[in-house]
């Protein structure tokens, strides 16, 4: 059970990122490329119940799951971008790091729980998905007349609900499966970064802007937000081990507090320099050719980046338009700059 749900993920990520077309699993759309839910489903007999489930009944539920991996990857890679690890895209590389229960593979199986729940609820929102639409439950509180709920609240219970049965699929929470419990945790936390977090979005009614009468939903945080929070749950991890009695987590430190349902949660500590150099063990490619800051003595320096081995710096030639004017009607005219810029790269 657990191999098939690391499978799906780096599945999902893999031709998120590298088109295959010789198994028809990807189509160019413009940019970026789209992923068809029927190859995720074409063997669906290996999938977990509610996963097959899902394929069988509501293929466009899967194709939403497809577009919160991707969605969870390009933030993966932002929030590490300046990081020893970088949530790398190499297929080999990602399944070793899904296959140990560290700070990392927690940060993976979160930001991708909370981008199936995020995509699912924005395809509710725009009238995506036959299954879901507006949710209107926050209309009966009493408002005091200062403004009134109006517009379309986003179905969170909705995205977090199918989130849920696709990336918890028949992971039963077995006597000392250690594993199984951290990972089912870690996709709690994901999925309530969005929920527990939505918010009040109001628009003024009125003459000259007055604001007379206000109308308000409520919404999900950006992306980003829920991104920026899981980063810090990532810095503050809590390792934990399986409880005497095999059936819950608890922190290896007495000291420290029990985890809440939004932390993340590791049972592997590793140091921070095990992603120093290429090592397939920890699913490393190491930092060499890594673009650093010779500046800066923090995350993204030289001497952190590059493990004090050391850098290189060398010139770049880049060009781009520049001086752009707007020619009535209706053109835009630039010239070609050309500009040398200074990079430094790790040893």
């Not at 989130?163 to 089912?184: E, H, N, P, V, Y």
């Not at 985890?259 to 490393?284: H, I, M, Q």
């Amino acid at each position: 059970m657990t191999m098939q749900v690391q499978g799906l993920l780096v599945l999902l990520y893999f031709y998120l990122m590298f088109p295959v077309n010789s198994i028809g699993l990807w189509w160019a759309v413009g940019s970026p490329l789209v992923m068809d839910p029927n190859s995720i489903c074409r063997k669906s007999r290996r999938l977990a119940g509610k996963q097959r489930e899902i394929c069988r009944k509501e293929i466009e539920i899967v194709e939403e799951v497809a577009n919160g991996a991707k969605l969870a990857l390009g933030e993966c890679q932002y929030q590490f971008r300046n990081r020893k690890w970088n949530c790398t895209t190499s297929r080999r590389m990602l399944s070793r790091v899904l296959k140990t229960d560290t700070r990392e593979s927690a940060f993976v199986y979160a930001i991708t729980a909370a981008g199936v729940t995020f995509a699912v609820t924005e395809a509710c929102a725009m009238g995506k998905l036959m299954q879901c639409s507006c949710d209107n439950k926050v209309q009966d509180i009493n408002t005091d007349g200062d403004w009134v709920w109006g517009g379309c609240n986003d179905n969170v219970d909705f995205g977090y609900r199918k989130s849920k049965d696709f990336m918890d699929a028949r992971k039963r929470k077995r006597r000392g499966d250690l594993t199984t419990r951290i990972q089912l945790h870690n996709n709690e936390a994901g999925r309530l970064a969005v929920k527990k977090y939505t918010r009040d979005v109001c628009k003024c009614h009125g003459l000259s802007g007055s604001c007379a009468l206000k109308t308000c939903w409520r919404k999900m945080p950006p992306f980003r937000s829920v991104g920026d929070r899981l980063k810090e749950e990532f810095d503050g991890a809590i390792q934990v081990e399986i409880s005497n009695d095999g059936k819950a987590l608890e922190t290896k430190s007495k000291t420290i507090k029990p985890p809440s349902r939004e932390d993340l949660v590791y049972s592997e500590n590793a140091p921070d320099t095990r992603f120093c150099r290429k090592n397939r063990k920890w699913g490393s490619l190491g930092t060499k050719g890594r673009l650093c800051d010779p500046k800066s003595m923090e995350v993204g320096g030289c001497d952190l980046l590059c493990c004090n081995r050391g850098y290189k710096t060398e010139k770049v030639t880049l060009k781009g338009n520049c001086k752009c004017r707007f020619i009535w009607c209706c053109d835009v005219q630039c010239e070609t700059c050309v500009q040398e810029k200074t990079i430094h790269r790790c040893l």
